[in-house]
């Protein structure tokens, strides 16, 4: 490690969102002139605190400094003006504004008061040029390139701030190949230029390859920052995995030999699915793994008929299905039910009532006709309210005024109020207490004890592993393993989710090329 | 060459609403010329031209709040304000005439920045706020002139609702009969006053960061906050300017007249028209995509349409049903995308 | 007072502060009658009820679009479809003219529905356009003149007769409050959208049609508009050209006063009853006071621009 002074240095930062501890007394710090990894699980606290290293999110408490002097960031702004700039994966680009725009928002080259647009063409251009995107012109719009291609502009806007700490986030899980080797050897550029680059990344390879220092963090806390090759593959994955699966898991459920009620082949959507083929028992609970944006999503997304175009068959109990809508979907003979990803934007109507809520999707059955039977829906409202333990203090109140846990509940609830058959779940404790996750979990098992089937996805591989009989992982758009039993393991999937087959214990080796 | 052919299918394919609007423009007024018995002369495009200034002038004045994702329906009340306030001011002595036009552009103005100022400070949507203050803005102008009429400078009115060589003439600034001027005398000044006014102001606006920042809230208000541009600053500025415009508008319809007119149902016609025309210039209703240029287009194709009436010898009678049909087709053309969206959920953004 | 507070919740907010200001409209208008002529004609049951019978035909228009309003959209083909459906009324005469008028509301509200719910065109331009075919058709079929065809006996006993003493626009916009609020209250319609116009992405994955949702409310906003201009018409004897320009505005002015948001999800039928009562009442003190068109106009959107900056300060102040 060189023996330069830090260029940037957090002391004490912690970060919490209500309840949760986002980030737990953080010290941590970067030097000129490396290319630092920081390696964790999802929820980890990665990516809050490079939100705090950019300006975007304010510390709880803690101290911030910079070039050694203590800085309050208010902004993105103000974080860049002092040499820190984050490549984010949420996209930051003006779709509707040309490339050039883009890449000089809020600094173009200036002429009579007036933006150069000449100017800031060739700028951008030599910018572009800089990471090897000649093809790109800068005068297309945003909205009109691929989503690599707007990565690389993300890249190019942020070189184009002349950073000192460039941070960037999963930013190279959108590109192909021949980018990442561009943006690699324009990070050795940068290491040799003192510019401290912090990389985020799941890829171990990409890690290996580039990084000199290496920092981990697990629930929010930093644990070890060490020099590459200090520690071997094996050690590094225990280090972020750290915990045991401990007991907030319902007891397993013995493996059986369970009927096919729904049968999935060659599913193709666009360049997400690329030939999804999968089987889920009566009565199973199928874990949905892998790294983020595999397609795990549109996958739940084609079953609820909500994507136009899916190719392939699916079929319910042998029999061949299309689902042309939610509404087509959630009715016999199909019964899907699907708790959504965002549960503020899809899953709920945040300003009605919390009875609202939990009859929305089951109007038909507290109806008499057109009308709605206040009879009938007090009693399934109430019915609901306990089965799932929801905490309200009147029905009647927004649903926003819930927490996050009890939101979720009134999602799930909503569903049970269908009786679907095959239930899809999109990563549904995301940013939710334990105490509520485990709650949801004995209500899954209890779901697949009535012989509902369940499809599960999540980003936490724990999860997926104490809750589910049998775990899939998605790779590019395909099912690239199946693990059941003793295989599922943490290692396992992270390993099978990474692509890093090799590293581990050589007797699973056979379950990766499944 | 190559270069240039590629950037010029780049800005067309980018600008492909306005360039359909602009095309079929020169092709309905090169028809209509041709059909028009005195075709293609300076009197048919005076004519023409000082029809077309105030609706022209609205649109454009619309087009920002609709940039920003918004709307606002006081243009045309500001627009009839300010017309209210020319009739009054504009006349007496060279220095009154100058004094009354700034008064009157300042008023509109003035009014462009409360409107802004409601919505940004007082956080009301556009749409509401100015259906609110062009409550005001009529009630102004019905106070200025309860009757319609005025005394607008007669010398002006005629200078400026012709061709160049009667501005010359009317005000002596040179000999309008020269040789080096004959080349241009007859290019009608109302066309001027659009083309100098809208460009000369639009065109450096847009290359601002405030005009940016314009266009960028309307197109990811998240992805402008997120990249430190001037979001209120750019609010303000645009309802300001839109006063401005729709100002102007007002200060030409009082020259043309030599009168103003509060009338309400007429301040309620351009409002409507200039959302309109804003629309098949090419400008997105959802924001961020469009401009001021379009929509001088989209107004000078509805009045066009409206001037076909008369050579055709169609009962004007069905001129709005032909204007609404026009709109419905080409909005719906427009939409039609929609329906191979495949990501349904995409559609409710 | 804790329970006065959980007792109204923020939707009750803006109508209890509409229904203070007509309160106050009521009192200054009463104090100015007073002074000048030493009566009181404002707090007589005949007065109100003339003003509610006139207030009728903005009362059920408004009731309309107020269901669009609650999708995020807006319905800018009232005042021509109150007109056609008036006009047209006239044209066919005898008993059908009625039925005929409420089918040219429903055909606008179909045509309007299928452009904004099937193609997604923003509602505002679509019946923006439809407005101005209406227009051009309406004037095409009259030749621009107020048509000489007289409203049927049926039409103006709605408009202008009385039952029991009670006026029968009064009854008939009793009649089309109940069976808005319903619809807004008790069907699965009603549930719908709210539903959609909350959240729309919400409402579709939680298995609502969510297009026909939009069809529908047009259709309810097209019917109320063409009941609104046939009754309109039996009030005058006769359909007239631009007979319902003078009634959008303060439609909308009335939805959003009465608490309705203008982006939608949220609002109460009752607060739209409170905001038409509330623009017909400062209408006609401000009459009453002979105060001129432009002060009239002036007062007209302070009172708006005032009363919805502080629903907004209470907002921020309860969150």
């Known amino acids: 490690m060189s023996k330069l002074a830090p260029i940037m240095r957090l002391s004490g930062i912690s970060k919490n969102f209500g309840a949760t501890h986002a980030l737990k007394d953080v010290d941590f710090s970067c030097r000129p002139g490396s290319i630092h990894a920081i390696l964790g699980e999802n929820g980890a606290g990665k990516s809050t605190l490079i939100k705090i290293m950019s300006g975007v999110l304010k510390p709880t408490s803690g101290n911030l400094y910079i070039d050694g002097r203590e800085a309050s960031l208010q902004s993105p702004t103000q974080a860049a003006s002092k040499g820190v700039v984050c490549i984010f994966q949420e996209l930051s680009l003006v779709p509707d504004l040309s490339v050039a725009e883009n890449i000089f928002l809020d600094s173009p080259p200036k002429k009579w008061g007036m933006i150069d647009r000449k100017k800031q063409r060739v700028a951008a251009q030599a910018l572009l040029a800089r990471i090897k995107c000649e093809d790109i012109d800068p005068s297309e719009l945003v909205k009109d390139l691929s989503l690599s291609r707007r990565q690389m502009v993300e890249i190019a806007k942020a070189l184009g701030k002349k950073p000192k700490v460039l941070i960037l986030d999963e930013a190279t899980s959108a590109l192909s190949s021949q980018d990442v080797e561009t943006i690699y050897d324009l990070l050795e550029d940068l290491k040799c230029e003192g510019v401290s680059s912090l990389f985020i990344s799941h890829k171990m390879q990409e890690v290996d390859r580039l990084c000199d220092t290496l920092s981990v963090f697990r629930n929010g806390q930093h644990i070890e920052t060490f020099a590459k090759g200090e520690r071997s593959d094996e050690e590094i994955v225990k280090l972020m995995i750290g915990r045991s699966v401990d007991a907030q898991y319902p007891d397993k459920r013995p493996l059986i030999k369970r009927e096919t009620q729904l049968s999935i082949s060659d599913l193709k959507w666009g360049g997400e699915l690329q030939g999804v083929t999968l089987k889920l028992g009566k009565g199973e609970i199928l874990g949905l793994g892998g790294l983020d944006g595999q397609g795990q999503k549109e996958l739940l997304l084609a079953l609820f008929g909500v994507l136009r175009g899916v190719e392939g068959k699916v079929e319910i109990d042998g029999r061949a299905m299309t689902m042309r809508s939610p509404a087509s979907a959630k009715t016999s003979p199909t019964n899907f039910a699907l708790v959504p990803e965002d549960r503020k934007t899809e899953g709920l109507m945040l300003e009605m009532s919390i009875a609202d809520n939990l009859m929305i999707a089951s109007l038909a059955s507290i109806s008499n006709g057109p009308f709605v039977s206040s009879t009938k829906e007090r009693d399934a409202v109430a019915k609901g309210i306990k089965k799932l333990q929801i905490k309200v203090g009147s029905a009647k109140h927004p649903v926003s005024t819930l927490s996050g846990g009890n939101q979720q509940k009134v999602v799930i609830a909503k569903w049970l109020q269908t009786n679907p058959n095959i239930v899809l779940l999109n990563d549904p404790t995301r940013g939710i207490d334990v105490g509520t996750k485990q709650e949801i979990y004995k209500l899954i098992h209890e779901l697949a004890e009535q012989g509902k089937s369940v499809l599960l996805y999540s980003t936490d591989y724990a999860e997926l592993i104490g809750c589910c009989d049998r775990v899939a992982i998605m790779y590019e758009g395909k099912i690239s393993a199946e693990l059941e039993g003793d295989e599922v393991s943490e290692a396992a999937i992270l390993s099978a989710a990474l692509n890093i087959g090799d590293v581990l214990e050589d007797e699973k080796r056979e379950t990766f090329n499944a | ?349 | 007072m804790n329970n006065i507070t959980t007792l109204f919740s923020s939707e009750d907010k803006p109508i209890l502060i509409a229904s203070g200001f007509i309160v106050v409209i009521l009192l200054i208008g009463t104090a100015y009658t007073l002074a000048t002529q030493g009566t009181m004609p404002l707090l007589t049951a005949n007065y109100l009820m003339l003003q509610l019978q006139s207030g009728a035909f903005l009362g059920i228009a408004a009731a309309g679009i107020m269901v669009v309003i609650l999708l995020g959209h807006i319905d800018l083909s009232i005042p021509w479809t109150m007109t056609a459906a008036a006009m047209m009324a006239t044209t066919v005469g005898s008993e059908l003219a009625i039925p005929t008028g409420i089918a040219v509301g429903l055909a606008v509200g179909v045509i309007n529905g299928l452009g904004v719910g099937y193609l997604r065109v923003p509602s505002m331009i679509f019946t923006l356009g439809l407005d101005s075919a209406m227009r051009g058709l309406m004037v095409a079929h009259t030749g621009g003149y107020a048509p000489a065809d007289q409203a049927t006996p049926l039409m103006r006993y709605l408009a202008s007769g009385d039952f029991l003493g009670i006026p029968m626009s009064l009854c008939v916009w009793t009649a089309v409050s109940v069976i808005i609020f319903l619809i807004l209250r008790k069907t699965t319609f009603g549930k719908s959208i709210y539903a959609t116009g909350n959240k729309e992405a919400a409402a579709y994955l939680s298995g609502i049609r969510t297009r026909r949702v939009i069809l529908g409310a047009f259709v309810v906003s097209g019917v109320c508009a063409a009941l609104a201009g046939v009754l309109l018409a039996g009030y005058s004897a006769k359909a007239y050209q631009g007979m319902g320009n003078p009634f959008l505005l303060p439609a909308i002015a009335a939805v959003v006063l009465g608490g309705t948001h203008i982006l939608g999800g949220k609002g109460r039928y009752v607060g739209t009853l409170v905001g038409v009562i509330l623009i017909v009442l400062l209408n006609s003190v401000l009459s009453i006071m002979q105060m001129p068109e432009a002060g009239r106009q002036i007062i007209y959107g302070t009172v708006i621009i005032c009363m919805l900056l502080v629903y907004g300060r209470g907002q921020k102040i309860s969150s």
Request: with cysteine.
């Open chain 2, 1 to 349: 060459m190559p270069e240039l052919k590629k950037n010029m299918r780049l800005l067309i394919s980018q600008n492909i609403g306005f360039t359909a609007a602009t095309i079929i423009l020169v092709v309905l007024w090169l028809l209509y010329n041709f059909l028009h018995p005195r075709g293609f002369s300076s009197a048919v495009l005076i004519q023409n031209t000082n029809e077309s200034v105030a609706i022209v002038f609205v649109a454009i004045a619309q087009t920002l709040p609709v940039l920003l994702g918004g709307l606002d329906l006081s243009v045309g009340a500001v627009m009839t304000l300010a017309n209210c306030v020319a009739s009054v001011l504009v006349s007496g002595t060279p220095f009154q005439i100058i004094l009354g036009m700034m008064i009157t552009l300042l008023t509109g103005t003035a009014f462009g920045l409360l409107n802004g100022l409601v919505v940004v400070y007082g956080r009301i949507q556009p749409i509401i706020a100015t259906l609110a203050t062009g409550s005001i803005a009529i009630g102004l102008a019905l106070f200025i002139r309860p009757q319609p009429g005025g005394d607008v400078d007669g010398d002006l009115g005629w200078a400026l609702t012709n061709d160049l060589y009667e501005l010359v003439a009317t005000y002596g600034w040179w000999d309008a009969d020269a040789g080096w001027f004959a080349p241009i005398s007859w290019f009608p000044v109302p066309l001027l006053i659009i083309l100098v006014i809208s460009f000369g102001i639009w065109i450096p606006f847009k290359r601002t960061i405030t005009g940016r920042t314009v266009y960028a809230i309307g197109s990811s208000e998240s992805a402008a906050f997120m990249s430190g541009l001037p979001i209120d600053r750019a609010k303000l500025a645009a309802f300001t300017l839109a006063g401005f415009f729709a100002a102007c508008g007002g200060l030409y319809l009082a020259i043309q007249t030599s009168s103003g007119n509060a009338d309400i149902s007429q301040a309620g016609s351009y409002t409507l028209n200039s959302i309109a025309a804003v629309v098949l210039g090419g400008t997105s209703l959802l924001g961020g995509i469009g401009g001021a240029i379009g929509s001088l287009v989209g107004a000078l194709l509805l009045r066009l349409l409206a001037f076909y009436f008369r050579i055709l010898s169609i009962d004007p009678l069905l001129q709005p049903l032909i204007e609404g049909v026009v709109l419905l087709v080409a909005v719906s053309l427009g939409a039609l995308r929609t329906l191979q969206t495949k990501n349904r959920l995409r559609l409710f953004r």
